[in-house]
């Protein structure tokens, strides 16, 4: 059975940081591209990053590029997303997926996980 629990959700100023974590088992890690979703309240889900397997490709959305990183740790399978500078249009839930190709469209990755909720005050 595939689990990926995301972690590190909560309340922030503007301005500031927070470092979600995707862990993931049930399935061969290392051989599943990871991906970042959001959703906000009232707009549909939307693609924030990806990487590849082995972590040498990395692929943003326009509006967190150059403020996010994602980045994984396959001997942990584990998936990182490293938000700085966070506004308050980041307010939303964010969840991580798996799928064996890069991809950005949501609807072709294979697992998901149940999200974890960002916060960002003005």
């Known amino acids: 059975q595939v689990q990926l629990v995301e972690s590190g959700g909560g309340l922030v100023q503007a301005g500031g940081s927070l470092r979600l974590s995707c862990a993931a088992s049930?399935?061969?890690?290392?051989?599943?591209?990871m991906g970042w979703f959001r959703q906000a309240p009232g707009k549909e889900r939307e693609f924030v990053a990806v990487?590849?397997?082995?972590?040498?490709?990395?692929a943003y959305a326009d509006a967190v590029k150059g403020r996010f990183t994602i980045s994984r740790d396959n001997a942990k399978n584990t998936v990182y997303l490293q938000m700085n500078n966070l506004k308050p249009e980041d307010t939303a839930v964010y969840y991580c997926?798996?799928?064996?190709?890069?991809?950005?469209?949501?609807?072709?990755?294979?697992?998901w996980g149940h999200g974890t909720q960002v916060t960002v005050s003005s």
């Open positions: 049930g399935l061969t890690f290392s051989s599943y591209a």
């Open positions: 990487i590849s397997t082995s972590g040498g490709y990395t």
């Open positions: 997926a798996a799928n064996r190709v890069v991809v950005r469209n949501s609807n072709a990755y294979d697992y």
